[in-house]
């Protein structure tokens, strides 16, 4: 019997993990990645609630444990840098905390060893949809047909964009934006953080797993998710101008910044859509439903989405069509709880949430 063949945009959480779960049912799967190789940014990822389930079935829950950052908890302080008080680890750990880089590294070997194949500097141009297929013509490599396509591509999916049209009719800006980076622990934290928020702005740092390096988060207000699309030199000038005049660490951290190789751009956004599939390509994690990093619930809800879909699939028997629309029906109760979540957190941090995102 033929194997169905399922192509999957994106390698970072949700990608690989669909890829195990459906090679598992008996798929023929690849996975495209624009990047040249594993991506080292981004912030720490925690798990929550039925997301540990997941782990355990695709067999990684031991050994995520044991990068766990063990967290105690963050330090507030005001603007001169003075305590103001303290949150629970969990507020931000939630009930375990590794490095994103970690997670993708895990996901990656145990898809590889499995027989996933992975294909990288290379991304989705067009797709056209048949009787029995879809048609995928990348940019750099050769045209191939696949029985499905998957989007996990993130918050700019070029799947979703490909399939559903422009980003901006589908994306909900919650207000803020922020670059991420690390740097030398020079403040000497020993796996706590420190938040410090003031007016529009939030500078969020931590150490965790390792002990030498500072993670380093600044947030500021935004009107739009425009600058997501700018250059590294424009998003540094926006950063500058947001904390000009703050004291405490921020001049600091604003040198660190342009020195930073793992430096991270992005804005809190959700992304809201009437369906999350159309004939043979479904979309999944941040691509279909991002709740924003606000929520608390991006890695959780990847991973519980590409379970749920591949579930769908084995049950459906081949019948694309009812899978996805029980994948649907299943997933979006809990994605609008945690869409909700993820707009509460942003307006505590001053952000907003318009309806349009004006990019």
């Known amino acids: 019997m033929t194997k169905t063949k399922a192509l999957i945009s994106g390698a970072s959480v949700a990608g690989p993990a669909l890829a195990y779960f459906l090679h598992r049912e008996g798929y023929d799967v690849t996975v495209v990645e624009r990047a040249s190789g594993l991506r080292d940014t981004g912030y720490a990822v925690d798990f929550r609630g039925e997301a540990f389930d997941v782990l355990e079935e695709l067999g990684i829950l ?47 070997r145990i898809t590889v060893d499995a027989g996933v194949e992975y294909v990288f500097d290379d991304s989705i141009s067009s797709l056209t949809e048949h009787g029995s297929g879809v048609t995928v013509e990348f940019e750099r490599g050769a045209t191939r047909e696949f029985g499905l396509v998957f989007g ?49 702005t939030a500078i969020y740092l931590f150490s965790g797993e390792e002990a030498d390096r500072l993670t380093v988060s600044l947030s500021f207000a935004t009107a739009s998710p425009a600058l997501d699309r700018r250059d590294r030199h424009e998003q540094e000038q926006a950063v500058r101008a947001a904390f000009a005049g703050h004291v405490w660490e921020a001049p600091r951290l604003l040198e660190a910044m342009s020195e930073a190789d793992d430096f991270y751009f992005s804005s809190a956004c ?23 990093p606000t929520s608390g619930m991006g890695t959780s809800q990847a991973l519980i989405g590409a379970r749920a879909l591949a579930r769908h699939l084995a049950a459906a028997n081949g019948d694309h069509a009812t899978a996805f629309a029980g ?25 907003a949430a318009p309806e349009g995102s004006d990019m």
Not at 188 to 198: A, S
Not at 327 to 351: D, H, I, S
């Open 62 to 108: 031991a050994e995520v444990r044991e990068h766990d950052t063990k967290m105690r908890g963050t330090t507030l302080v005001d603007e001169r840098g003075e305590e103001a008080g303290r949150l629970p680890a969990e507020v931000f750990a939630g009930e375990l905390e590794v490095s994103k880089r970690v997670l993708t590294r895990i996901l990656h």
């Open 270 to 292: 959700q992304v809201h859509m009437d369906r999350w599939s159309h004939g043979r390509v479904a979309l999944l994690g941040d691509a279909g439903y991002c709740a924003a």
């Open 327 to 351: 994948y649907e029906a299943e997933l979006r109760p809990y994605v609008a709880e945690n869409q909700a979540k993820g707009r509460e957190a942003a307006a505590t941090f001053g952000g």
């Open 152 to 200: 996990a591509d993130g918050l700019y999916s070029k799947v979703r964009q490909l399939t559903f049209g422009p980003h901006a009719d589908k994306l909900r800006h919650l207000g803020m934006s922020g670059v991420g980076f690390s740097t030398a622990n020079y403040l000497g934290l020993d796996r706590r953080g420190m938040l410090q928020h003031v007016k529009d």
